[in-house]
């Protein structure tokens, strides 16, 4: 067995990419972790591999989807969407999550947010979501978390950008130039890297919708 460890700022296409071109050096994976991913040699190009997003499902949906796989004869591992800590007890609001899922727990929806979907290869492109429509529609589930992440990162820039004074002095908002630099420059970069990521979101869907009309 091998070890290899791996983050990626695309967790579905090139994760899939990634898995895929193991396997067609004869590699399946076995399990995953938080950041390393542990693969047994077999056959060269014996499996082939694709990613689904789930975080926005709830446990019981997961579970209903995991079930039908199995009918499918595909087998599933699920894959944490974050680096962070292991912890129990931990909620997390999740407001771009289907009804009903917005709260994630550590013994329910938190670390499941990927799915890494595993099947014989059958010599064609292992395609999740067949139909041109629901392509789009997955692309704009997995584009709400951008959008809140977006909205999330302006208002913290503004927050710091111009401080917000104790209410107890009566005072209004200030800007202060040279205060939290550094903060200022690093939340105006993640909110570029959250738009370049919006953006190929929306060229994605406006190319299949394009498609589709065809």
Not at 62 to 78: A, G, P, T
């Amino acid at each position: 067995m091998i070890r290899r460890f791996k983050l990626f700022l695309n967790p579905v296409e090139g994760q899939a990419k990634w898995l895929n071109g193991m396997a067609s050096r004869g590699y399946r994976l076995s399990h995953v972790g938080n950041i390393f991913y542990y693969f047994e040699p077999v056959e060269a190009g014996k499996y082939q591999y694709a990613v689904d997003y789930v975080a926005n499902k709830s446990l019981e949906h997961l579970q209903d989807y995991e079930s039908f796989l199995e009918e499918s004869k595909i087998r599933w591992i699920e894959k944490p969407g974050s680096i962070g800590k292991l912890s129990w007890g931990n909620v997390r609001y999740r407001p771009y999550a289907d009804r009903g899922a917005q709260l994630a727990t550590s013994w329910g929806m938190i670390k499941r947010e990927f799915l890494i979907l595993e099947r014989e290869n059958r010599s064609e492109p292992f395609e999740i979501y067949t139909t041109v429509g629901d392509q789009i529609q997955a692309l704009k589930v997995r584009r709400k978390p951008y959008i809140y992440l977006a909205i999330f990162l302006s208002i913290m820039f503004l927050l710091q950008a111009f401080k917000l004074e104790s209410m107890l002095n009566w005072s209004l908002w200030s800007y202060r130039p040279g205060n939290g630099t550094f903060s200022i420059i690093l939340l105006g970069g993640l909110w570029v890297s959250v738009l370049i990521s919006l953006v190929r979101f929306q060229l994605a869907i406006r190319k299949l919708k394009s498609q589709k009309e065809i």
